[in-house]
């Protein structure tokens, strides 16, 4: 008789939510349930990216006068704690606690739990799981997808000692307490390591792309609005996703007012709290160079990418050591090269910098960024973007897609299970 093995997935974000982790996270979902486990998925209502066509193909059924929700995904069952986009700081922490509270009540009500794997950040959510394991007897598996609280306190957000503090004890104690905690890359690893009193406990464990929906398209066969996508032989670059601080915007609007004049088209895809600013300085010097678009459906994002020449990503300072965009793996498993402004060292810099798949800058001056850019524009020729583009697919293909990496996450909770 085999034993019937049980995952708890506890998560911020998860399907139908239209955020890079929930898309991850499901398909780490899919991998369980076809290895044979049982899963349930423990999450928020979508609030962070909310997609409508999302919603009507996994719908949200009410539960307990509304206290929490249940969807269906692919076979998984889907608890959802009501959450928000609250403007007051008061309602916010509310919803915080709220979240946390009912997630434990939740998640001690699962029956023969033997595994529980969720995502950072928040902190938060692995001291919640601690106490789910220790009560219900199940390994927890902690995945570090940002390092906290490092990023808040570099950005200068946080500066509070006492919280510092409590925030840093928090963090060591759910990485000693878990059974194991995986990290997304060398840089991530080696940073947080001395953390560790079991160092064997940390392990590398990459993110990935769903190549069933991200591969090559040609250029004629793409379905796109022209009125939004202009057909000319422009050379192209594109950013597509959260028009957010993690990204550096200067080089970018600084490139496109020295290259106005230039056969050259920028465009920025998505929302955020950045994307008022990049529309005002479009105004403000006249860049009808810049083509600024709303959020599209993730199903576009293949056409999108072979419609452009040149997928570029800026890291911003704050953030270039914390994060690592998987919006990566989605451009290379497309066949498109990138321009990269990021330091050296940092997680996107140590990931590309032997593939040659991309145009990597890493000077923090914004006047040597900016020329180096516009250098690199008015001298890259079709053949050069080709290969870029197809080196980068070569490294997807042999190493990250999703079947190789999510076979990572079963391995690892199978050997904790067996243990």
Known sequence: MTLRKKILIHSIVFSPDGVSTAYLYKDIAKAFKEHGFEVVVLTTTPHYNIVPEELIKQPLKKKFFGFYYESNFNGVKVLHIPQKKFKSTLLRIVGFIFWHLMALVLGLGQRNINAILS???????????????KIKKAKVVYNVQEIYPDFLIEKGGLKSKPIIRILKWLERFVYNKSDAVTTI??????????????????????NFVDTDLYH??????????????????????????????????????????????????FYVIGEGVMKKYIEDQKKEYSLENLYILP?????????????????YIFMSKEMEGHGFPSKVYTIMACGKPMLICSGDNTP??????DLNCAEIISTADLSEKVAHIEKFLKTATEEKLRILGSNGLKTIENHYTKQVVTKKYVNLINNLFFK
């Open 119 to 133: 995502p950072s950040p928040p902190l938060t959510i692995g001291f919640v799981n601690l106490i789910i394991g």
């Open 185 to 206: 890359d060398q840089i991530f690893y080696d940073t947080v390591i001395e953390r560790f009193e079991n160092k064997s406990k940390l392990h590398i464990i990459p």
């Open 216 to 265: 090559p398209l040609s250029y004629s066969s793409l379905k796109i609005d022209n009125s939004l996508f202009k057909a000319n032989n422009n050379l192209k670059l594109m950013y597509a996703g959260n028009v957010g601080h993690a990204q550096d915007w200067y080089p970018l609007i600084e490139t496109a007012k020295k290259m106005k004049n230039d056969p050259i088209d």
């Open 295 to 311: 959020y599209q459906p993730r199903e576009m994002m293949p056409q999108l990418l072979a419609f452009a020449d040149l997928q």
């Open 348 to 353: 996107i810099v140590n990931f590309l910098k």
